[in-house]
Nanobody, 123 residues
């Protein structure tokens, strides 16, 4: 079955860190750009970051300097390291695959969406 599976979400206090994983099943990630997206309650899904097949990255302004995306093609996995978390980062986080990692992280160009992992930042 071709799919992406997110993991690593949870409850964390403000200022804390989490690392999310996006693992591919049924296909290899190395030819694809992978993006992370999030959807907060009552809000539209938004692009957070992406990484191209060659490792070039783009970040939304809201996470620049706090989040880091990386990939380990040997493990067929992409990671999202999230530091200095705030309650505004609370959302369901999804990963998806695309041909390109564009600067605007346009979700319309992504497919093979995972089921999401919940991140809650609260004291």
């Amino acid at each position: 079955q071709v799919q992406l599976v997110e993991s690593g979400g949870g409850l964390v206090q403000p200022g804390g860190s989490l690392r999310l994983s996006c693992a591919a099943s049924g296909f290899t990630l190395d030819r694809y750009a992978i993006g992370w997206f999030r959807q907060a309650p009552g809000k539209e899904r938004e692009g957070v970051t992406c990484i191209s097949s060659r490792g070039r990255t783009n970040y939304a302004d809201s996470v620049e300097g706090r989040f880091t995306i990386s990939r380990d093609n040997a493990k067929n996995t992409v990671y999202l390291q999230m530091n200095s978390l705030t309650p505004e980062d609370t959302a369901i986080y999804y990963c998806a695959a695309s041909a390109l990692c564009s600067g605007n992280i346009d979700q319309r160009t992504y497919n093979r969406w995972g089921q999401g992992t919940q991140v809650t930042v609260s004291s």
